[in-house]
């Protein structure tokens, strides 16, 4: 048990669907990350979210939704994705004070698969 | 921006060998943390080095922060099979979040 809990651990999803990837945090962290892990590149940032604003997107295709409604809680809202996304995404977090984060908390990943 | 390479990329050893895997970051870092990641698992964080020149021991793992605060190491003596997996560093600047490592990944033969 991590405190990171991620829901579903996998999903099967055709390139028309609309699903969401949850990530519950019971650390009482201030800051969540979502990560793409793929053997093309083996951790890919793609969202942070600090104190449950986004202060990070790395270029992620719109296709990817980030939703933080409050500091516990982090979603993925996918619609319309390609073979291509099919990866481990993995959700941390962490807690930001002063000039550094501590160590992230990783949960233990969705496995997606688009078809 | 900042970034953070790893050699090797892939590290095959006989159980028993010694094992080291080196981290060097483009920029002047204010701490360095390392993850291991099993098969199938999920990175876990092993440990966070600060200061320059900071040598850290966890039984057979041994991490070495660089006098420049800008590479690490993490070394394995005596490599068994329960070492298997993906290592990451992450190193972080006074500035901004940790960037990961593309990592190192271990197989150990029996």
């Known amino acids: 048990e991590t405190g990171v809990t991620q829901t579903p651990r996998h999903l099967v999803m055709g390139m028309t669907n609309k699903k969401s990837l949850k990530c519950e945090q019971h650390?009482?962290?201030?800051?969540m990350y979502w990560y793409k892990q793929s053997a093309k590149k083996p951790l890919e940032l793609m969202f942070v979210?600090?104190?449950?604003?986004?202060?990070e997107n790395n270029s992620v295709p719109s296709r990817f939704s980030p939703e933080c409604p409050n500091s516990s809680h982090l979603f993925l809202h996918l619609h319309t994705l390609q073979p291509e996304d099919s990866a481990l995404y993995l959700c941390?977090?962490?807690?930001?004070?002063?000039?550094?984060?501590?160590?992230?908390?990783f949960g233990q990943g969705t496995r997606l698969t688009v078809v | 921006g900042q970034q953070v390479m790893q050699i090797p990329q892939y590290q095959h050893v006989q159980e028993g060998e010694d094992f080291t895997t080196y981290c060097n970051s483009s920029?002047?870092?204010?701490?360095i943390q390392w993850y291991k990641q099993r098969p199938g698992g999920h990175p876990v964080f092993l440990i966070q080095?600060?200061?320059?020149?900071e040598v850290k021991k966890q039984k057979r793992l041994t991490f070495q922060f660089g006098e420049a605060k800008k590479n690490s190491s993490l070394h394995i003596t005596a490599t068994q099979t329960t070492d298997v997996g993906t290592y990451f560093c992450?190193?972080?600047?006074?500035?901004?979040?940790?960037?990961f490592g593309d990592g190192t990944t271990l197989t150990v033969k029996p």
């Open positions: 920029t002047t870092l204010s701490n």
């Open positions: 992450a190193g972080s600047t006074n500035a901004g979040k940790s960037t």
């Open positions: 941390a977090s962490s807690q930001e004070g002063g000039q550094r984060d501590t160590e992230a908390f």
């Open positions: 080095l600060v200061k320059s020149g």
């Open positions: 979210y600090s104190l449950e604003e986004r202060v």
């Open positions: 650390l009482g962290h201030n800051a």
